[in-house]
């Protein structure tokens, strides 16, 4: 796919561009306690200022159920964006309607405006015609900067793309060129790992990768589950033991297509899942006790992924490999992730991390701007993974 950016945008001056952000922060007392999002916004805005045209941002915050909800304005988020953008952005109380046209009409060319929460319209998630109409009437162009929403096709995100010029911003065209480099388009070999709790929730991504990867790694308790599948005693370590017969299922579609798995050969286990527990390493087919768990992927286990990573050229990134967020069981997490980012900064490996739990893996690594590329999209970015098409991206192609 070839998509439209604003490099493609022409005699914006004195025009209204609409553009779709994410700015879906987390919030404590009112007040932003994380204002990625926002940053990641700033380059798009100031482009679209610099060329003389009006900014009105479109954005959802939590979950209001297409209705007014107080608690989830986004009135809260104009002092952080001001802050960052250096000069002021006003506010609209609505985001379609006489007001919403009146306040966009007051702006200066290059002024910047938020609307009101998308959200607190039902028309927004059930991608109605009528709500979409009304957006557009608001501007000139539509300019889509939120690939974390591109998934869903809501109002803001696809229906607005069919009824006006219809552009990626800076932060979806990055987001873009750094998938394509992963699996569009990737030098190759490429190796993939992928962690996290169970199976059934990544069944989809893994059933993909196989087809498109050279080696894929397994970690977390997902790969209890491909150990159990393979007649390996795991204790009591969490495991979806319904779900051996699609593991082994996965293991033999991977060897049909020439994908190389590489799973645990040693691990390190304990009783319970708390600070200061009594750990050991163990190799996979050593005992196991009963009341053992398996939290973590073990020194050779680790050493195997860092050669793997070595022949390859191209990284993709979903889920750390143990129970990261409490040491000594974020060991084999960030191994793996130092030395990815070693091999990224010495030009021999192109890696594109993301996911919740990966981005906060890389930075409790400290190496997540090491890599090429850190995708803070969560469901949009796993979905992209699967093979499965993104409506907010598609309404952009050219």
């Known amino acids: 796919m070839t998509f439209r950016t604003l490099d493609d945008a022409t005699d914006l001056a004195g025009k209204t561009a609409l553009v779709r952000v994410d700015f879906n922060v987390p919030m404590e007392g009112g007040k932003v306690t994380d204002d990625t999002r926002l940053r990641v916004a700033i380059p798009t805005i100031n482009k ?26 986004l009135q809260p988020v104009v002092d952080d964006l001001e802050r960052l953008l250096g000069a002021p952005v006003r506010f609209a109380s609505d985001c379609i309607g006489d007001e919403a046209k009146a306040a966009i009409a007051d702006l200066d060319a290059g002024g910047v405006i938020l609307l009101e929460n998308v959200r607190f319209h039902a028309g927004e998630e059930a991608n109605d015609p009528a709500f979409a109409r009304q957006l557009a009437d608001l ?5 889509n900067d939120a690939f974390s929403a591109a998934h869903r096709a809501h109002a803001s995100t696809e229906g607005l793309a069919h009824l006006l010029p219809a552009y990626a911003g800076e932060s ?69 033991k319904d779900m051996a017969d699609t593991a082994r299922a996965i293991l033999a579609e991977a060897e049909a297509k020439g994908c190389e798995i ?68 974020d060991a084999a997490t960030v191994k793996a992730a130092q030395a990815a980012a070693k091999l990224t900064k010495a030009g021999a490996l192109v890696a594109v991390a993301g996911g919740g739990d990966r981005v906060a893996a890389l930075h409790h690594a400290g190496v997540a701007d090491d890599m090429t590329f850190v995708s803070t999209a969560g469901g949009a970015f796993l979905e992209w993974m699967e093979g499965k098409p993104l409506p907010g991206v598609e309404a952009l192609e050219d």
């Open 172 to 240: 979806m065209r990055r987001e873009l060129d750094a998938l394509d480099a992963a699996l569009g388009n990737p030098k190759k070999p490429v190796i993939g790992i992928v962690g996290g709790a169970k199976v059934s929730t990544k069944l989809d991504l893994l059933k993909n990768l196989v087809g498109k990867l050279d080696r894929l790694a397994i970690g977390g308790g997902m790969a209890n589950t491909f150990l159990f599948a393979q007649g390996i005693d795991i204790g009591g370590s969490l495991a979806e």
């Open 139 to 143: 501007g000139d162009l539509y300019v």
């Open 262 to 329: 590489l799973l645990p050969i040693d691990v390190v286990v304990a009783t319970d899942v708390r600070p200061g527990v009594e750990t050991r390493t163990v190799l996979v087919r050593e005992d196991i006790g009963d009341d053992e768990k398996i939290l973590d992927a073990g020194p050779l286990t680790v050493e195997k992924l860092v050669k793997g990573m070595a022949l390859s050229r191209t990284l993709i990134w979903n889920g750390p490999l143990g129970v990261f967020e409490l040491p000594p069981f």
């Open 48 to 73: 679209l200022r610099d060329l003389g045209a009006k900014v009105a941002l479109l954005a959802h915050f939590d979950r209001p159920k297409g209705k007014v909800v107080p608690s989830m304005s």
